[in-house]
């Protein structure tokens, strides 16, 4: 990973490796910039050939600091600084937002915010917090992206689930007017009391909904399939992901006091989904875990859907 996380700080807990400067309380806007290292600017610069030949339609996006170039894109292409992404972040939430971690990956070509809204929730007897996930490129791979993650406090399990009565992500390209693109999620992520109005429904039937272990071993078999075709070494590893799955769900000290029932079942999904280290961890396995906290988990919305068609 330390390939790919080019520099961040976080607060608190040590993330990806210990990679990154700690510090001990989340800081506002300003200093988040200068701790994550991203307070510098794109400028885009005009191609051209070896031998002097203009290449038209396309620019290239260079970091000022260093002149690194960090990607090739169309004349089309409008940039979003981070300070700008920031400056957005803090006009969209408001006084007290702090900034939980930051930083650039891939030599700067993506960055990231994440900000903890000041909002706490307590449903079904448990402290949810709501964070806002910010993720931006330089390079023309994607666009930008912001999602609304809710995160269960005592295990910092990710409840990101896809509800269809509302809304948590929104994103853009970076071409046409990026200013009133930004000003468009406003209607998507100002509607965070939605989404957690709606998961809140979600959880309370999911509370209400009674599992017998053998449904509950069933969905686990629904999750981790074996092929018929699986070599003997597939087999194991699907059954040990299957035996970690269990202790998850019937072992977990957090988790015994919820009683046998669709949302215990979802938050052990969930547990495995966040915390599980792969069986073959390649090196960007923490920049796709923390991809999907952005465009949701499939496993943690497919076990969802499970208990929901119950």
């Known amino acids: 990973m330390s390939a790919n996380v080019e520099t961040m700080f976080y607060t608190r807990t040590t993330p990806w490796h210990g990679l990154g400067t700690k510090v001990l309380e989340a800081p506002t806007s300003k200093g988040a910039l200068v701790l994550a290292g991203l307070n510098w600017k794109v400028l885009q610069k005009s191609l051209s050939t070896e031998d002097g030949l203009p290449v038209p339609g396309f620019k290239a996006n260079v970091r000022e ?66 964070y806002l996930v910010f993720m931006n490129s330089h390079d023309g791979s994607c666009g930008i992206k912001a999602a609304m993650t809710p995160i269960r406090v005592v295990c910092s399990n990710t409840l990101n689930m896809a509800l269809s009565q509302a809304k948590r992500s929104w994103s853009a390209n970076h071409v046409g007017d990026i200013g009133s693109k930004l000003n468009d999620v406003q209607y998507t992520l100002l509607c965070a009391n939605k989404y957690m109005e709606e998961l809140g429904k979600a959880i309370d039937a999911l509370q209400h909904r009674r599992l017998s272990d053998k449904r509950v071993l069933e969905y686990m078999d629904t999750l981790f399939p074996i092929a018929e075709n699986a070599s003997e070494q597939q087999k194991k590893n ?67 859907d499970l208990v929901k068609a119950a």
Not at 86 to 107: H, K
Not at 114 to 125: C, E, F, M, T, V
């Open 238 to 304: 699907i059954l040990r992901m299957k035996e970690d799955m269990k202790m998850r769900y019937f072992d977990a000290p957090d988790l015994k006091h919820m009683g046998k029932n669709a949302y215990r079942f979802v938050n052990a999904v969930s547990d495995f989904a966040t915390h599980a280290k792969p069986l073959k961890e390649r090196t960007n396995y923490r920049e796709n875990q923390f991809a999907r906290v952005i465009d949701g988990n499939a496993m943690i919305d497919r076990a969802y």
């Open 65 to 130: 600091t260093d002149h690194q170039v960090l990607g090739v894109v169309t004349d089309r292409y409008k940039v979003v600084q981070n300070e700008d992404a920031f400056a957005f972040t803090d006009a969209l939430l408001g006084e007290g937002v702090t900034y939980e971690t930051a930083g650039s990956l891939q030599e700067g070509r993506r960055t990231w915010i994440l900000a903890k809204l000041p909002q706490r929730y307590i449903i079904s007897g448990d402290e949810i917090t709501p």
